[in-house]
């Protein structure tokens, strides 16, 4: 290995190591490194948006193709920065509202779309069963509890009357499968949190201390 490889590798280690360290307690050394990794990618970001935003979608198009029209939705981002005067902070609500308004009306169309309607019809198709049986009766089965949750939960947020009756036992249900939906999340993100563990760790065990051992 180059001594420039021998260097990357120990700051990587040390790096890592910084991070595991706030599993005792938090430390100078590991708000160190959470200050570096946040600098880092606050000036990546900086260069990245400056990159692809400003320069290709901004002044390329008006050097290249004469499209002056973009001043006004640059002269609306530079406007944003005006939160950063006291004296001229209102300024920042016209492009705030231009984005507040766009972003609801185009996210409202590609939610209902892409989210909404697939999501309704999805619910009242015949649903897969496991291992790719063709059983009519759990194709039945797993429909029955997708409809039965998805109207059960729906239920739960109808707060226009009190849930009593049968409508408070459906809003239990619903109750149900929110957790049930919950759980399922929360697995899926710490199986997620494992795999970059076991990844950190092997990182270690394999390269760094593999290095140091000749192994």
Do not use: C
């Not at 901004?58 to 005067?85: H, K, M, Q, Y």
């Not at 939906?181 to 593999?210: K, N, P």
């Amino acid at each position: 290995m180059t001594t420039y490889s021998v260097f990357e590798l120990w700051i990587m280690a040390f790096v890592t190591l910084a991070i595991f360290s706030f599993l005792y307690k938090d430390n100078p050394v590991y708000r160190l490194v959470e200050s570096i990794f946040a600098g880092l990618s606050a000036g990546y970001y900086v260069g990245l948006v400056w990159d692809t935003v400003i320069l290709q979608q901004v002044v390329t198009p008006i050097e290249t193709d004469g499209e002056w029209w973009l001043l006004l939705p640059a002269v609306l981002g530079f406007l944003l920065f005006s939160r950063l005067t006291r004296k001229y902070s209102w300024m920042s609500r016209v492009p705030l509202a231009f984005v507040i308004g766009a972003t609801s009306g185009i996210y409202l169309t590609s939610q209902l779309q892409g989210l909404v309607l697939p999501q309704i019809r999805t619910t009242f198709l015949a649903q897969p069963v496991p291992g790719g049986s063709t059983d009519p009766g759990m194709m039945i089965a797993l429909s029955s509890i997708v409809v039965i949750g998805v109207i059960s939960t729906l239920i739960y947020f109808y707060f226009s009357h009190e849930h009593k009756g049968a409508l408070g036992v459906t809003a239990k249900v619903g109750i149900w499968f929110i957790m049930i939906s919950f759980g399922a999340h929360f697995g899926y993100t710490v199986m997620a949190r494992v795999s970059l563990l076991i990844g950190r760790v092997q990182f270690l065990v394999e390269d760094w201390i593999g290095a140091m051992t000749g192994g």
